[in-house]
């Protein structure tokens, strides 16, 4: 069956689908994303994606992009076209087409496109042993909040985990502090059993994985805490993950070489992880 994606209100083969070269995504990474998880031919917290990307687009103050009702008819007719059960469906939203000039164009309307694809489920020596990460400076802007699709930095910084054989990198901010990994959050839990994510300030982007865990951990009266939190205290530890639409919640037993605690996935991550999986097979 071939892929399909959509293109600016045509849905086309996608060995065949393309932008113009004067599209603002393109040429600036002037353009918002999302990246949604279909499980069981559902998409999980599509609501919380579509609140994050309406925010996007204001923020960066793009505007005419499809409203929330035909954009989900799109999702659902790729998702569809594309017969994908578990996988993920990706939109994209730029400025639009206009001659080369950085300031606004008078004329141009935001050009969506849609794809989705399967994905294979997370690796369960992943699960099971956990990953390892590689801490580098946060060498991004100051507005990670917006999930824009300018992402060199994070390109540069996930290919320096590659070659270092890591999952994923931690990237620190000028104080020492984590904020984020390059496609994920971090979270550490200290050794008092307090879980702990930098809160969503404008040096991350608030995952709408985090926000659904964070919504579990409230509701199951977990010790839970929003503040930033330091290179040396994740190294120490008692328990560290991530998550995201891509990685679900996977433990991080590995920073910068060391182990983190005994090595191995902490209980309580786990657990989180099994919470988180059930509320998506609920929303699913
Ligand atoms: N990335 N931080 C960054 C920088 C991200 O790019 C992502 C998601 C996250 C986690 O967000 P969420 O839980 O909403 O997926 C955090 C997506 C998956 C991507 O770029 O492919």
């Not at 293109?7 to 932008?19: L, W």
Request: overall charge neutral; some cysteine; hydrophobic content about 45%.
């Amino acid at each position: 069956m071939p892929r399909i994606a959509y293109v600016d209100g045509v849905y086309r083969p996608h060995a065949e689908a393309a932008v113009h070269i004067e599209d603002r995504g393109y040429q600036f990474a002037d353009g918002v994303y999302e990246v949604i998880a279909i499980r069981g031919g559902k998409l999980v917290d599509e609501e919380l994606h579509l609140v994050r990307l309406r925010r996007s687009l204001m923020e960066l103050r793009i505007e005419g992009a499809l409203a929330d009702a035909p954009l989900k008819f799109v999702l659902r007719e790729v998702i569809r076209r594309n017969a994908v059960v578990d996988g993920i469906v990706y939109l994209q939203i730029s400025r639009g087409i206009a001659p080369r000039d950085h300031a606004f164009p008078k004329a141009a309307r935001p050009i969506l496109v849609v794809t989705a694809r399967r994905t294979r489920p997370v690796n369960p020596t992943q699960v099971d042993e956990g990953v390892s990460v590689i801490t580098i400076p946060d060498i991004r802007w100051q507005r990670c909040d917006i999930k824009t699709i300018s992402l060199v930095a994070n390109v540069l910084g996930k290919q320096q985990a590659r070659e270092a054989g890591a999952y994923e990198a931690w990237m620190v901010d000028g104080e020492g502090h984590i904020t984020e990994g390059t496609s994920t959050n971090a979270w550490i839990v200290t050794a008092d059993n307090q879980i702990v994510s930098r809160g969503a300030d404008h040096h991350i982007l608030d995952g709408v994985t985090r926000q659904a865990l964070i919504a579990l951990l409230r509701r199951g009266g977990y010790n839970f805490v929003e503040r930033p939190f330091t290179v040396t205290e994740a190294k120490a530890a008692r328990e560290a993950f991530l998550t995201s639409t891509t990685s679900d919640l996977l433990p991080v037993t590995s920073i910068d070489g060391q182990p983190v605690a005994n090595g191995a996935p902490g209980l309580l991550t786990q657990k989180l992880r099994a919470d988180y999986l059930a509320h998506v097979a609920e929303s699913a």
